[in-house]
């Protein structure tokens, strides 16, 4: 059990670029979640994964964010046409079943110029 | 809009003092989660408690949770300056798994 990964931790970007976040849960989770946090704020909910299938979506994930898990393995996370406003600690997390403990990962920082 | 409100918001005390933090929430739970962070890092779970229960410890930790006041606790005891951090308590409501977090309690502790 090596714990959820992310890459990179650390990600400048100016405003208009596409940017793609990895993250790699604990093996044999089969649940995935993306959250994201903003400074001074609790982490928000972004999108769910079960395996391969993505079930929910919050709100906040606007058209230009898109989240895969191929093969119910890593998943990533895409922001296109970044945004100023884009800028926060993407956070993912993996648990083995619903109601059970969530682990997350390192997070990953974007800041968008 | 976030479902979980800790208080307080910050919080300073000394090594060996104990620290405790409040979380209130709005509707009704599947279990509450109690998470920390260092600053710019990942969140590290503390101590997960289901709705049929009122109480956990978990080393310094404790853990009440009040169902009918909507609310939960966290107290840790003898505290250390390796406790400084942001501590968060998150709600579990859905069957999706979907946690919803509050703003955080600030913990500084000071030698």
């Known amino acids: 059990d090596t714990g959820v990964s992310q890459d990179p931790r650390h990600k400048i970007t100016k405003r208009g670029q596409n940017v793609t976040f990895r993250c790699d849960p604990i093996?044999?989770?089969?649940?995935l979640y993306w959250y994201r946090q903003t400074l001074g704020q609790g982490p928000e909910f972004l999108t769910y994964f079960q395996n391969e299938a993505q079930l929910e979506k919050s709100r906040l994930l606007s058209d230009r964010f898109s989240a895969e898990r191929p093969k119910g393995s890593f998943s990533t996370l895409e922001i296109q046409r970044t945004e100023q406003g884009d800028s926060a600690m993407y956070l993912c997390?993996?648990?083995?079943?619903?109601?059970?403990?969530?682990?997350f990962g390192p997070g990953t920082r974007l800041l968008v110029l | 809009s976030q479902q979980g409100e800790e208080d307080p918001q910050a919080l300073s005390i000394q090594e060996g003092e104990n620290a405790t933090m409040n979380c209130s929430y709005k509707?009704?739970?599947?279990?509450l989660q109690w998470y920390r962070q260092n600053s710019g890092r990942g969140l590290v779970h503390l101590i997960l408690?289901?709705?049929?229960?009122r109480e956990k410890h978990s080393g310094r930790l404790r853990v009440t949770l009040d169902t009918s006041k909507k609310s939960s606790s966290l107290l840790i005891t003898a505290s250390r300056a390796a406790d400084t951090a942001s501590y968060f308590c998150?709600?579990?409501?859905?069957?999706?798994?979907?946690?919803?977090f509050g703003a955080g309690t600030q913990v500084v502790v000071t030698p």
């Open positions: 998150a709600t579990l409501t859905d069957s999706w798994g979907k946690l919803q």
């Open positions: 408690i289901r709705s049929n229960e």
């Open positions: 997390a993996s648990s083995p079943r619903t109601e059970e403990t969530q682990y």
């Open positions: 093996s044999e989770h089969n649940r």
């Open positions: 509707t009704s739970i599947n279990n």
